[in-house]
């Protein structure tokens, strides 16, 4: 529409985006993860590359179409992934986490298949992951926008609001899990922009066109200079 000229808008801005779960794996035939399939991230990765921006991808998803232009950097646990992104996040403009980050890992790889037989219950120890997204809030440079998403099944504009404060955010999509028409996997969404002195509550449309609108109001946002 009229003042956004689609190719232009992000053009030299440095966009890293995560989607989809990671994969902690608990020995060579086991592995933990979620319910995430990486659509609603790798729509928001393509977009910001039809809008001109200079995309990094983080994800474990090999299965999604995704923009030639963009650098996908494959990754398999939360650990690969807190590297990945801590690695390249000083140099970028706008990070969009919209992956499903695993909060719990196995304390140790197991290279034997763990047996029935053996103490299994001794085998299944899990401790908890690092906060990638907290990290980033931590140390976030002058200027550089984050957005986070949380995933809620109830409460859920208390707790994404939560999120936005403590991870020291600049918006947070708020995504009800809870519904069939809005959670994982599907092809529409129906989320919740949340700043620090706004919300807004988008339609229920397919997760492209919800990336399209998260990208309008993240170009809305007051620190970042549009072309
Ligand atoms: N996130 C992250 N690193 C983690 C866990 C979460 O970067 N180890 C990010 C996700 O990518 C997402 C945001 O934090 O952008 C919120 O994730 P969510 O699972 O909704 O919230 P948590 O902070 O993990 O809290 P909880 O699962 O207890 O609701
Ligand atoms: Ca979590």
């Known amino acids: 529409d009229g003042f956004f000229s689609k190719e232009q808008t992000l053009a030299g801005k440095n966009v890293l985006v ?8 608990i020995d060579p035939v086991r592995f933990l993860t979620n319910r995430s399939t990486g659509k609603m991230g790798f729509a928001i990765a393509n977009e910001a590359a039809s809008l ?83 990290t980033l809030g931590q140390n976030k440079p002058q200027g550089q926008l984050l957005i986070g998403f949380a995933a809620e099944s109830q409460d859920v504009e208390k707790n994404a609001r939560l999120k936005l404060e403590d991870k020291n955010l600049d918006m947070v999509v708020a995504n009800d899990i809870s519904r069939q028409d809005t959670g994982f996997g599907v092809d529409t969404n129906q989320v919740t922009l949340i700043t620090a002195n706004d919300m807004k509550k988008l339609p229920l449309v397919t997760k492209e066109e919800t990336a399209l609108l998260i990208w309008k109001a993240i170009i809305a946002l007051p620190l970042i200079e549009v072309k």
Not at 18 to 25: H, K, L, R, V, Y
């Open 52 to 134: 001109g921006a200079n995309v990094t991808l983080v994800t474990s998803v090999k299965n999604l179409a995704v923009d030639e232009r963009i650098e996908v950097i494959t990754i398999q646990s939360a650990e690969d992934m807190y590297k990945a992104v801590t690695q390249r996040s000083e140099t970028m403009d706008i990070i969009i986490k919209a992956a499903a980050v695993a909060d719990y890992t196995p304390d140790a790889y197991r290279p034997h298949k763990i047996k029935k037989s053996n103490d299994d219950k001794e085998a299944f120890h899990f401790i908890r992951t690092t906060d990638i997204l907290k």
């Open 18 to 25: 995560t989607a989809g779960p990671t994969i902690e794996a």
